[in-house]
């Protein structure tokens, strides 16, 4: 939410002092903030964290790119005419009920516990939104729209690179604002599971031999991945539609 | 609205099991551990027949269900004050948006370390993950309508009066759809806690079938998580659709 006052940090930061100043160092539950930077430096040391932060990412962008782009396939596809939509949306509807948690055991069963497997697992759940903004999209344009290309003799091409997409691009966007916190995690499940590389696979296997220093480290981390991804995507967003509004 | 049966889209669903039947048949597609939909079906008649099925999907729904409904409760009363309540929002807002960035799962391996591998882990998995759309939405339902409110006042309503009659049916839509998206997210979680926590459950179920290497099987459990996760929804759904009727269809949520 825009507009959240700093001054809403206070509760959150008193805690965080209180649990350092009045925590066990040696607390195997609840380690203080300070113990957090001991436990994650022998992953810094042996060159581990930037790997596992750049697999992670990887994974991620290009899972959602991937999501974007099927996703704004299909949900255009199905948005322009309603037999097709009436013919999909039973499966469709079926495939999206699956939980992306369930995907995992399945899709490592079949495809193994490969880098593919966790794109595929990603791909499935971050497709939805798109699709589901895209298909809305689609479907509440205005037929005057689709109508003048063609009556001015625009060629099939032409009337995709200019009509269709700028129409539909923030659709797409929004859909993509809601896939990316997403996509990144269902990216931290499919590694927390399986143990397939990257941050997920760090905390998996930080919490099994119960180094809690460094689980609260990791975790802290992929918030920030988090927060990061949140705000380049909200902006992205913002500016893109405004840059539209101005031209519709 | 009753829709009428989609025969056609039945039809296109019945046709793509068919066309997997036969490319998996005929080796077309070759994946090692890819079962044949008829294979999955033998898969879950052998879960219903050895009762392993009923125990597995009776647990979680239990871890789900329970961790949901005390989110429900949280959720909807500390979002109701953050809402309504000025100065608590100010002052509190932006460390729930700190940590609301935390992703839910990364909490996993937390709560594992915390409650160890016990049904509490995923109760207290599922409660977390219901919490953040129950609270976020409470809160947004709570804090639309100025005008609303005024009229109230104008009314000479008392404080209890404007916050039972105008404020609350006018934030329900929204705090039911906090209620939908908290329910599907705890189910998932609830799975993933199974997963890598607590051996119990239908998560517990689908690690294990692949491990003993019985696609059918496990193919089957997830059919059966997912029909499951479209009843979920649907009851919420049922339910609060004879609840709050007029407050949805005002929302268009009916």
């Known amino acids: 939410m825009r507009g959240t006052p700093v001054r809403g940090l206070i509760p959150l930061v008193v805690l965080l002092v209180l649990w350092e100043v009045l925590g066990d160092p040696a607390s195997p539950y609840f380690p203080p903030p300070s113990t957090w930077v001991d436990g994650v430096s022998p992953l810094v040391e042996s060159d581990r964290l930037l790997p596992a932060i750049g697999d992670t990412s990887l994974t991620f962008v290009l899972g959602l790119f991937i999501a974007t782009v099927l996703g704004s396939l299909v949900g255009t596809l199905v948005g322009a005419s309603r037999p097709v939509d009436r013919a999909l949306s039973p499966s469709l509807e079926f495939l999206r009920a699956l939980p992306a948690a369930s995907l995992v055991p399945v899709a490592a069963l079949v495809l193994g516990y490969t880098a593919q497997m966790k794109l595929v697992v990603v791909v499935l759940p971050a497709m939805w939104p798109i699709l589901l903004t895209c298909r809305s999209a689609r479907r509440s344009l205005s037929p005057v729209l689709l109508d003048t290309p063609r009556t001015l003799g625009l060629s099939g091409w032409d009337r995709m690179t200019k009509v269709l997409t700028p129409a539909l691009l923030p659709a797409v966007l929004l859909g993509v604002r809601v896939a990316a916190p997403l996509a990144l995690i269902i990216t931290l499940l499919v590694e927390i599971v399986t143990r397939v590389n990257g941050l997920g696979a760090a905390l998996g296997a930080a919490q099994s031999s119960f180094l809690s220093a460094q689980v609260y480290g990791l975790l802290t981390i992929a918030g920030v991945l988090g927060f990061v991804v949140n705000w380049v995507v909200t902006r992205a967003e913002t500016a893109v539609s405004r840059r539209m509004r101005g031209t519709t | ?254």
């Open chain 2, 1 to 254: 609205m009753a829709e009428r049966v989609n025969v056609l889209g039945a039809a296109v669903f019945v046709f793509g099991l068919g066309l997997w039947e036969l490319l998996v048949r005929t080796g077309l597609l070759t994946f090692t551990y890819l079962p044949p939909p008829s294979e999955v079906a033998v898969g879950l008649g052998e879960l219903l027949g050895n009762g392993e099925l009923g125990t597995a999907l009776g647990h979680t729904l239990f871890a789900a269900l329970t961790g949901w409904a005390v989110a429900g409760l949280v959720g909807v009363a500390a979002g109701s004050v953050l809402g309504l309540v000025r100065p608590v929002w100010t002052y509190s807002m932006a460390s729930l948006e700190a940590l609301r960035a935390l992703p839910i799962v990364a909490f996993v391996p937390v709560a594992v370390l915390l409650f160890g591998f016990s049904v509490q882990t995923e109760i207290m998995v599922a409660f977390y993950a219901a919490l953040w759309p129950i609270l976020l939405n409470t809160i947004n339902g709570m804090r639309t309508e100025g005008r609303l409110v005024e009229t109230g006042r104008v009314l000479k309503l008392s404080r209890a009066a404007v916050l039972w009659k105008i404020q609350l049916p006018a934030a329900t839509a929204t705090i039911v759809v906090g209620l939908r998206l908290g329910l599907s997210t705890s189910l998932v979680l609830t799975l993933v806690a199974e997963m890598v926590g607590n051996p119990a459950g239908l998560g517990f179920l689908l690690v294990t079938k692949g491990q003993a290497l019985q696609p059918g099987q496990m193919f089957a459990a997830v059919f059966v998580i997912g029909v499951t996760g479209i009843i979920l929804n649907g009851l919420v759904m049922g339910a609060a659709r004879l609840a709050f009727r007029g407050q949805l269809a005002s929302a268009g949520e009916a």
